[in-house]
Nanobody, 122 residues
Framework: VQLQASGGGLVQAGGSLRLSCAAS????????TGWFRQAPGKEREFVAA????????YYRDSVKGRFTVSRDNAKNTVYLQMDNLKPEDTAVYFC????????????????WGQGTLVTVSS
């Protein structure tokens, strides 16, 4: 299984970006796709997740109302629409797949993409 994250870039505070996570390969039944981020000098943290069956969504509190996670099952792609971005959202964003468990817990995830950098200027 391979994951390709894209869509990062430089944006001013208040702006928007949409990240994409395309999955390829076989041999793994995905329960959920998650987005995580890691800022310089900080631990990787959960941002959002969506289940493939049912489309249940999960968000960390600081992004609720600003970020929206969605999926296109036909394209095996998950999106993270990020609106009203803040400087504290600056980080490398990763997508990952889990086959079970709590989608908000990082240790549940088995496959990881390479990350895409989001920089929000003030």
């Amino acid at each position: 299984v391979q994951l390709q994250a894209s869509g990062g870039g430089l944006v001013q505070a208040g702006g928007s970006l949409r990240l994409s996570c395309a999955a390829s390969g076989r041999g793994f039944t995905t329960y959920a796709t998650g987005w995580f981020r890691q800022a310089p000098g900080k631990e990787r943290e959960f941002v959002a997740a969506i289940t493939w069956s049912g489309g249940n969504t999960y968000y960390r509190d600081s992004v609720k109302g600003r970020f929206t996670v969605s999926r296109d099952n036909a394209k095996n792609t998950v999106y993270l629409q990020m609106d009203n971005l803040k400087p504290e959202d600056t980080a490398v964003y990763f997508c990952a797949l889990t086959g079970h468990g709590n989608p908000a817990l990082i240790f549940e995830y088995r496959y990881w993409g390479q990350g895409t950098l989001v920089t929000v200027s003030s």
